[in-house]
């Protein structure tokens, strides 16, 4: 229990910071904050979990990392809020761009991560 909510605390103010600093740097309407993170976190969940799966990293370290870090830098609720802000404001087709990149990119970007740690190990 410790172990999640010491790697929930580092993820939800990683999450924070860097969505901050995405969102600065990127002036659009397009929510590229929650995005990238979401994307990312996909990528290291496919790396952790093949290490996972292959008693490379403990069950500790699993805890730690994916279900406290990642939990809580990754966000489906921030996704889905700002879907829905894009269809209220008739944004539909940046909703859409929204909604079908992140699923098939994070699972894309997930099995990438796997792959490579997979080949590595």
């Not at 740097?25 to 929650?34: H, N, Q, R, V």
């Not at 496919?46 to 870090?69: K, M, P, Q, Y």
Request: proline share 1%; with cysteine; glycine share 12%.
């Amino acid at each position: 229990m410790f172990l999640v909510g010491v790697g929930g605390i580092i993820g939800a103010i990683s999450r924070f910071v860097l969505g901050k600093w995405i969102t600065s740097k990127a002036s659009s309407a397009f929510p590229f904050g929650t995005w990238i993170i979401n994307i990312s976190g996909s990528f290291i969940l496919g790396i952790l979990a093949v290490l996972h799966f292959n008693n490379a990293i403990s069950e500790g370290l699993w805890l730690l990392f994916c279900t406290g870090f990642l939990g809580a830098y990754t966000t489906f609720s921030t996704f889905g809020y700002e879907t829905i802000l894009m269809l209220q404001k008739k944004d539909t087709r940046n909703a859409v761009i929204y909604i079908s990149t992140s699923v098939l990119l994070g699972v894309i970007f997930a099995w990438i991560g796997g792959s490579i740690t997979h080949i590595i190990l």
